[in-house]
């Protein structure tokens, strides 16, 4: 879980922007940023909302429990025996306008508006409403230490995965045959159930696709793309790794050569100021350039991770993100065909430092 330095560490971000903009408040309802500020992740279905004003002072509302980085923690009752609960957003309002009379002479309050229910927003009747939604995509893109712990805490349920999958790929067996162990392994690693979502393609699913596990039987000479990104609280992390079903064709080893060889120019090439849709073309052309290829690399080159699955940086043609100290952020270049039976891709989750960048992940790339 996040820490309370962490946490305060952010909000102290926060109050810089908040004086930029003239906020006398910066109200959230995103029960994830109310987590990214406050410590506690409450769950996704349950009114939060967090509440920072100029002076410092802040609360949080919440249906869940611990020690958060707030001065006070309001309970949602989100359960009773006592009454009927079936109007937790009407109750959470009731909540914060109890709650925003502590602060005095507030006139201008900034929140992300697309995560505010109505019935939140007509507690804030009277002040002046501005949009913090880019604010707060500004503040995330930089990880403290705690978020890139956590994204390292996701990152060996990732290795615990593709430990079980090499050890249990075979022609015959069913991509839900080899998703059944990884998530029994994970579920063991974790100590609990975790979210496990991620691509599990076998074969021709690779070429232009992935998604959930199928039926679809694995056959020998088969690719098996496992794009994996485990989520045990919020931050997750987002890894890919190929292998083989037997020994890799002459095409196969090809293709895996000029993959890793992409990853490992594009990991070296990464610096604090570097355009991320100037390392994507670079990339792209070197996969592009063997006719063998196909040209096939038709997706991004990486995105940023944290917060969300996808964030800031994205390395995309369209994306005028800089690389940053304290991005955190994958690679993950690819080629496919049907001559491949599939594809190859190796993804890798690093951290941008003031000299390059740190890779959170080590397991082996090999097919």
């Not at 508006?113 to 009747?125: I, Q, S, T, Y």
């Not at 290795?159 to 392994?185: C, R």
């Not at 159930?193 to 696709?209: I, K, L, N």
């Amino acid at each position: 879980m996040l820490t309370l330095q962490g946490c305060r560490a952010r909000q102290q971000r926060l109050l810089r922007v908040m004086e930029e903009n003239r906020w006398d408040l910066f109200l959230t309802a995103n029960y994830r940023t109310v987590y990214y500020f406050s410590g506690l992740l409450g769950p996704a279905e349950a009114p939060a909302v967090f509440v920072l004003g100029q002076d410092g002072r802040s609360f949080v509302i919440t249906a869940a429990a611990g020690e958060a980085a707030a001065d006070e923690v309001i309970a949602l009752e989100t359960y009773s025996t006592a009454r009927v609960v079936d109007d937790l957003a009407g109750d959470a309002a009731a909540l914060l306008r109890g709650a925003l009379g502590r602060f005095a002479g507030v006139s201008v309050c900034g929140t992300e508006k697309g995560r505010l229910p109505f019935e939140l927003a007509a507690a804030l009747d009277g002040l002046g409403i501005e949009n913090a939604h880019r604010a707060v995509l500004r503040l995330r893109k930089k990880k403290e230490e705690d978020e890139i712990e956590e994204i390292r805490r996701a990152l060996r349920l990732n290795h615990v995965a593709y430990a079980t999958a090499k050890a249990t790929i075979a022609p015959g067996l069913t991509e839900i045959d080899v998703y059944n162990a990884m998530y029994a392994a994970l579920c063991r690693e974790a100590g609990t159930a975790v979210s496990f979502p991620g691509d599990f393609a076998t074969g021709e699913r690779c070429v232009r696709g992935g998604g959930p596990p199928t039926p679809r039987r694995i056959q020998a000479g088969d690719l098996y793309i496992l794009d994996l990104f485990p989520e045990t609280a919020i931050y997750a992390g987002d890894t890919c790794r190929t292998f083989a079903a037997g020994s890799p064709t002459d095409l196969q080893y090809k293709a895996w050569e000029r993959v890793h060889t992409a990853l490992k120019t594009a990991e070296a090439k990464v610096k604090p100021g570097l355009l991320a849709r100037a390392l994507y073309f670079e990339i792209k052309a070197f996969l592009d350039e063997p006719a063998w290829g196909e040209q096939s690399f038709w997706h991004h080159l990486g995105h940023g991770i944290g917060h969300h699955g996808h964030e800031a940086p994205r390395l995309i043609p369209g994306s005028d993100d800089i690389f940053e100290v304290g991005d955190v952020f994958t690679l993950e270049p690819g080629l496919y065909s049907m001559a491949m039976q599939g594809g190859v891709r190796l993804e890798d989750n690093y951290v941008v430092r003031e000299d390059g960048v740190e890779n959170l992940f080590a397991f082996p790339l090999e097919l």
